[in-house]
């Protein structure tokens, strides 16, 4: 896929201005580093059909080497075709780069996958992520409309993310806090697990636009008004409660009543059990549903912005406004990595939280 | 001491427990046995108040339980289960020590006591402390499920068919060692199960239930000998002078006086024999290697002929085996003697048949004068392994057998 990202789609765009729309420019304007990301992407697709005991390696090596390369073949195909153009012109990613990102990461994803070691994972992880730093730092990625879309909002920018973070993390932190008891209350009584878990589901399926306009009248009712942050991180706690609340559920259902009964006939409290039996035990899927709620208000704090909550989403309402493409991306990249981030957080938070006694392989 | 007094749990139009009323004394155990339904579990749980009963007192050591906090109580009686119930998230070292936490222990106290208790059933501390639930076999963690009911040292112990979800001989080895660790400790024991063998080899008191009444509560002899009622004598079985043998170990009719060498076949001539089946070949530890038949001697067999070579685990006994087990090793291998050894495999000594033939008679069971075909013909009863079925129904003939192993 990254190959015939590379070899079919426009790789890059050349405009004449930030809005114009683009020329298309094939992969081998980038010159040289367009010809080896090429010849990466060609090796990723050749390690898929390895022997099973070389495969992982060879994915993980190719689809990390494939991302590094994309990203140092863009800075040259910008530097190169803004060569001697007038410094309005714009030199955007194209669809072709966009694919071959895509099938990099994928590459590499299965690659990790098929590894299945830590260590080996990891180190081609810092690996990667210092070559990125360095092509970010001395190549020419700065040329393209994304990174001068990013020098011209660089202080706002920060800020933006900054709210957005914050944002997030009320409406996640406040979904835990409501979450999370809801989720034992549900264990513990048939009419909060039926009526609580219905409503939350219920909740879950309203449309975040809708979900907006709806708190107008609960939140007038207690004399808020709808816009700023306040309703956008009620909205967020409210979408970040499904997860939370029935991954809590489902985790404590699922403890072995012996183990419960062995607790019991121990002599541990009602609370005794909860904390120190129950709750470790249902852990793995109480920070599962922690992850998907993070990654999901992350996603939908972008929408906020609509009523003046800030964050990410006012780029990407301001691209689409000015018809920017790239000042829309300036908000859509960051609020991926964001929640990519989030996403590996949690799944640390799990290692780190949860005991090898429970984990799948964590005595290897 | 622990008093059941006309103890009754209704659950709406069902009687699970129907006046039950016993007493048992300090230091005893008491095993609760019948079939699925009876009640038995529900009168156990309701000593540590897992489920209150509707009527009645139960009373231990003077004191009324409804009396006591429930989780107060708990914490001072030992607690087993069939499925063990180990935390999988805690070590087995953590497990073992819940009882010394919920009880405001310091580490300092607690940390030996676990170690202590690993060694006591068995399992090497070293080796064992640190690991997970899910890495013990099924054996394993019903050992550290029983380290774990005694670490604070209660003076009385529930257990709920404990050695139910393991296979026959870890069964048996765990029996053998809950018999052992009980000789030493020396506790108040409540036991349920529903293996009418594994009440008589462990019961100091046997109380026989059936739809929620106590049909009868006295010691296992008693039971078999006199049981009080059609079901009971239907329920303990027909073969009661098996049954008996199942009561009495090895050690209590072995002779330490064999005939040994360390020289293998080399060592052992007709004259060396004297009146002996066997002279016991061994390495230099002691541990059982084989042994010359000296009949075959007789015969003018060389001793390297009448030499066999034998695995100890499955050609010997050890001290704790019932004699019951012994009995079947021996109609298994077809002799009349079969060596004892420790859990090492080191030579002790030997049991023979007619050791156990004194025993029987002893009780009032005839063993040795009874026609060979009812003791092998032993109706294929509830409660019989089948494998100790299968050897005494192969009808073996004790002094022309060969050695299979």
Redesign the interface.
């Known amino acids: 896929m990254a190959l015939a990202g590379c070899l079919l789609l426009p790789f890059v765009e050349f405009r004449p201005n930030r809005i114009a729309s683009g020329v298309p420019e094939g992969f081998a304007v980038a010159g040289l580093s367009g010809w080896l990301l090429v010849a990466a992407a060609a090796l990723a697709l050749i390690s898929a059909f390895l022997p099973a005991r070389s495969r992982g390696p060879a994915l993980l090596g190719t689809g990390a080497a494939t991302a590094i390369l994309l990203l140092s073949a863009l800075g040259s195909a910008a530097e190169r075709l803004q060569e001697g153009a007038p410094v309005i012109a714009r030199v955007s990613i194209g669809s072709g780069a966009w694919l071959a990102a895509i099938g990099a990461i994928t590459v590499w994803f299965a690659g990790s996958r098929a590894t299945g070691s830590v260590r080996v994972n990891r180190a081609v992880s810092v690996i990667a992520l210092l070559a990125g730093l360095a092509v970010m730092l001395w190549g020419s990625v700065g040329e393209l409309s994304l990174a001068k879309e990013y020098a011209v909002q660089s202080r706002r920018f920060w800020m933006l993310v900054r709210q957005h973070l914050v944002l997030s993390g009320a409406g996640l932190g406040a979904g835990m806090l409501i979450g999370v008891p809801l989720g034992v209350l549900a264990s513990r009584s048939r009419v909060v697990r039926d009526f609580g878990l219905g409503v939350v589901s219920v909740i879950q399926t309203i449309p975040s636009m809708a979900m907006l306009g709806l708190l107008i009248a609960p939140l007038a009712a207690l004399g808020l008004t709808a816009i700023g942050t306040t309703p956008a991180v009620i909205a967020l706690a409210l979408y970040a409660l499904l997860p939370i609340m029935r991954n809590t559920f489902v985790g404590l259902a699922g403890v ?1 009543p ?12 009602r609370l ?1 059990l909860l904390f120190r ?1 129950e709750v ?2 249902a852990l793995p899927l109480v920070i599962e549903g922690v992850r998907a709620a993070a990654v999901l208000v992350i996603g939908i704090a972008a929408v906020t912005a609509f009523i003046g909550a800030g964050g990410l989403g006012i780029l990407v309402f301001q691209g689409w406004g000015q018809q920017a493409d790239d000042l829309t991306l300036l908000g859509a990249v960051p609020m991926v990595v964001l929640a990519v981030f989030a996403d590996a957080a949690m799944r640390m938070l799990r290692r780190l939280a ?5 984990e799948e392989g964590g ?1 290897s | 001491m622990i008093a059941l007094e006309d103890v009754t749990k209704r659950y709406d139009s069902l009687t699970a427990v129907d006046g039950v009323s016993f007493e048992v004394p300090s230091g005893e155990v008491c095993v609760l046995i019948g079939p699925s339904g009876c009640g038995k579990t529900t009168t156990l749980r309701m000593i540590n108040r897992l489920i209150e009963p509707t009527s009645g007192r139960i009373v231990i050591d003077g004191r009324d339980v409804m009396g006591i906090r429930p989780e107060e109580l708990r914490r001072h009686i030992g607690y087993v289960i069939q499925s063990v119930g180990l935390f999988p998230h805690l070590t087995v070292a953590e497990n073992v020590a819940t009882v010394p936490k919920l009880l405001g222990w310091e580490r300092s106290r607690y940390s030996p006591r676990v170690l202590e208790l690993l060694e006591i059933v068995g399992l090497d501390a070293d080796e064992y402390a640190k690991k997970y639930p899910r890495q013990l076999s099924g054996g394993q963690a019903q050992r550290v499920g029983v380290a774990r009911a005694l670490a604070a040292d209660p003076p009385l112990l529930l257990m709920d068919e404990p050695f139910g979800a393991v296979d026959p001989l870890t069964r048996e080895r765990l029996q053998a060692e809950f018999a052992r660790i009980q000789r030493e400790l020396g506790k108040t024991v409540v036991f349920v199960t529903h293996d009418v063998d594994e009440a008589i080899r462990l019961a100091d008191r046997i109380a026989l239930m059936r739809d929620g009444r106590l049909e009868q509560y006295d010691t296992p002899e008693a039971l078999l000998d006199h049981p009080a009622s059609k079901f009971v004598h239907d329920f303990m079985g027909a073969d009661r002078a098996l049954k008996r043998l199942g009561r009495a170990r090895v050690a209590d009719v072995m002779t330490s006086d064999v005939l040994s060498t360390t020289d293998g076949t080399g060592g052992v001539s007709r004259e060396s024999c004297k009146e002996a089946r066997f002279f016991y070949l061994t390495d230099d530890e002691g541990t059982l290697e084989g042994w010359v038949d000296c009949h075959v001697l007789d015969a003018g067999t060389s001793p390297e002929e009448a030499g066999t070579l034998v695995d100890w685990r499955e050609a010997a006994v050890q001290p704790d085996t019932t004699l019951k087990e012994a009995l079947s090793r021996m109609l298994g291998l077809g002799f009349r003697n079969v060596a004892v050894v420790d859990e090492r495999g080191r030579l002790l000594g030997e049991v023979s048949l007619s050791a156990i033939e004194r025993t029987m008679a002893e009780g009032d069971a005839h063993i040795a004068n009874l026609p060979e075909g009812e003791i092998l013909g032993v109706p294929p009863e509830e409660g019989v392994p089948p494998e100790a079925r299968a050897q005494l129904d192969e009808g073996v003939q004790p002094e022309e057998g060969e050695v299979t192993t």
């Not at chain 1, 949860?354 to 429970?358: M, Q, Y």
């Open positions: 072995d012996a183990t419960i009964d062995a607790g019991r006939g121990m002599g541990m409290g005794q039996v470790p035990l949860v005991s090898p006694g429970i005595l």
